[in-house]
């Protein structure tokens, strides 16, 4: 039996639930193909860099789970990266994906602000939201935007499948502060769900769920619209303490879901955290700069200090190292 993409067999149901795996699955009979998400340490990781508030860690954690959703259509090469930009109390968020499965993420925030919104619609205020796809294989980039309206991630990604990629699309998010033995740590999950395009479609900016290339719907345009329909309703009963849940297995949840239709799961991606910034590289960075620039990079220690954006590690150096 073959994975979505052709040449991978599925693989046996299992009840152990597992943290920072990404699973794609199919339900054949309404022509539908998705991927769950259910991160643990991975999203803690991200989320601890910085002493972030409550709702802008919420606000992170939603866009790592869709950034793993949307980015794991890259299969072994190849970055996507997710980045708003807007004018709400958080005017920045920047998560990049490194295929197969490295992860790395931060928000800017205005602290006076944050409290005063109520919602992650109100936290990034209206701008606009991009997804960008680099393959390495043939150097190619794609990008897709689409506007913020002070709505939420999961609305602005359905709008955005709807009005540029015009494939029926479901994605629910969820986001969570687990407290146990050990202490407080975060946990997020994503569910994305799309129907197969019909055939003779326009070219994507991205890839269309995880249906085989160039395989379309083989249902009639009525069916189509009945079995979008049916998956729709179906995946609309998914509860946030399901995505989140560390006791409920990926296949367990994608039964209670699909069980009338048929569902089939496919081999597992494990998901990490992973920062490209390195000494090398920004030692390189700082020696990149002319002389009378790096003067201004100087502080009041008499060092230049370079901290990543997101990871969070600082690096000091002595000016004379790179004369």
């Not at 687990?178 to 975060?186: H, K, L």
Request: glycine content about 10%; charged content about 25%.
């Amino acid at each position: 039996m073959s994975d979505p993409n052709g040449d991978t067999p599925s693989r046996p149901f299992t009840i152990t639930a597992q943290d920072d795996r990404l699973l794609p699955f199919a339900v054949e009979g309404l022509d539908l193909r998705g991927r769950l998400v259910r991160f643990g340490p991975t999203v803690d990781a991200i989320l601890s860099h910085y002493d972030y508030p409550l709702a802008v860690a919420r606000a992170l954690g939603e866009s790592i789970a869709l950034t793993a959703l949307l980015g794991s259509v890259l299969e072994s090469h190849g970055r996507f990266q997710m980045q708003t930009r807007s004018d709400g109390p958080v005017d920045m968020i920047v998560v990049d994906y490194d295929a197969p499965g490295q992860l790395r993420g931060f928000a800017r925030f205005d602290a006076e602000r944050v409290g005063q919104a109520r919602s992650t619609g109100e936290l990034l205020g209206l701008g606009n939201m991009a997804f960008t796809i680099e393959r390495e294989e043939d150097a190619a980039r794609y990008q897709g935007v689409v506007a913020l309206e002070g709505e939420s991630l999961e609305e602005a990604a359905h709008r955005y499948f709807s009005q540029s990629e015009q494939i029926p699309t479901f994605v629910r998010l969820a986001v969570a502060e687990a407290i146990t033995p050990q202490g407080r740590s975060w946990r997020a999950g994503g569910l994305l769900l799309q129907h197969l395009p019909s055939g003779g479609s326009r070219p994507r900016d991205l890839h269309p769920g995880d249906a085989p290339e160039g395989m379309a719907s083989s249902l009639a345009d009525e069916e189509r619209a009945d079995a979008w329909a049916e998956g729709l309703a179906l995946a609309a009963t998914i509860q946030d303490h399901e995505l989140v849940d560390p006791n409920l297995s990926g296949e367990r949840l994608l039964y209670r879901l699909f069980h009338e239709r048929g569902v089939k799961v496919f081999p597992e991606r494990e998901m990490a955290e992973f920062c490209r910034c390195s000494d090398l590289k920004v030692e390189n960075l700082i020696r990149s700069f002319p002389p009378h620039e790096r003067e201004h990079m100087v502080g009041d220690d008499g060092r230049i200090g370079v901290t990543c954006e997101f990871c969070g590690v600082s690096r000091s150096y002595d000016p004379k190292e790179f004369e």
